[in-house]
Each structure stands twice: as C-alpha cells, then as structure tokens.
C-alpha cells in the first residue's frame, strides 16, 4: 500500500540540479482502476493502482508495478488516452522521509508538485511539511496525474 500526501510548491529549492532527478513520461490506459504505463530514464513500467478510502487526509492508494520491455511499453502507448504525463522527479532528503518533487513539462509546464510517502497513516496526518512545500492537494482531484493527462 502507498500512502502519501501531495502538496503545490510554494517555492522551489535552490540548485534542484544537485538532487538525484529523472525525466518521467506516463501514461493512462484507464483510471478506474488506474492502468498506467511510465517511463523513468531507461525503466518501463505498468502500474495498476486503486484508491482506498480512509478518514485520513493523506492518499491511500493499492499499487503493483510490472516491468515492461521496451517495445511493450512502446505498444502499450499507442493504446493510451489523454495526454502524456511530462516531469523531471528530484529525490529532495527530509529527515526521516524523501520529498519527490516533480516539474511538469509540455501541456503542464509550469506546475510544481511534491509527495511523501509514508509508513503509515499516523505518519501522514501528523507531518509538518517544511516551508518551501505549499498548499496540501492530496484530497483535490486535479492534481493526480490522471486527471491531468485528461483534462489538462
């Protein structure tokens, strides 16, 4: 199980390019439940991914990941719907837990996202995000990335 929470950037750190960081594209074959294909740098990736309701604010999500070759990933694509998912994901350390944060390109050039995933669901609702996080989205619809490669 994921659990994480999503948050808009208030501000973006200084010299991102020090932090580990991948160019990712993604996917969606479907969204109920969620069948998406990545690519991060050389890895293929299909994931299926169900929301699981909580009383926690934070994202509850089932999620299996299969590798996929290359030529798979490449067939899977011409299959999707909606637009492609652009970002470059930087690996930010935060203590006990490791920020990932994403910059969007093409049609969402411009959006600045980060998660953080966690152990459990008291870890989650008692986090203190650091001031550069902004607005915590994790319950509004638009911004998981499903919802973006289709609406924009």
Not at 93 to 111: C, I, K, N, Q
Not at 122 to 133: I, V, Y
Request: aromatic share 10%.
């Amino acid at each position: 199980m994921e659990i994480e929470r999503k948050y808009l950037v208030a501000s973006l750190p200084d010299d991102l390019n020090r932090y580990p960081h991948v160019e990712i594209e993604q996917a969606y074959l479907c969204t109920s439940p969620t069948l998406r294909i990545r690519r991060m740098g050389d890895v293929h990736i299909l994931t299926v991914k169900e929301k699981i309701s909580t009383a926690s604010s934070a994202i509850h999500n089932r999620e299996e990941e299969f590798i996929l070759s290359k030529d798979t990933y490449n067939a899977l694509k011409s299959k999707c719907n909606g637009n492609s998912v652009l970002k470059t994901r930087y690996k930010i350390p935060l203590g006990d837990y490791t920020a990932e944060l994403d910059v969007f390109h093409g049609v969402h050039e411009g959006l600045h996202l980060v998660e953080v995933e966690f152990p459990d669901t008291n870890a989650a609702d008692t986090f203190q995000p650091p001031a550069w996080f902004g607005v915590d989205v994790s319950t509004d619809p638009r911004y998981r990335n499903s919802y973006m490669a289709f609406n924009g």
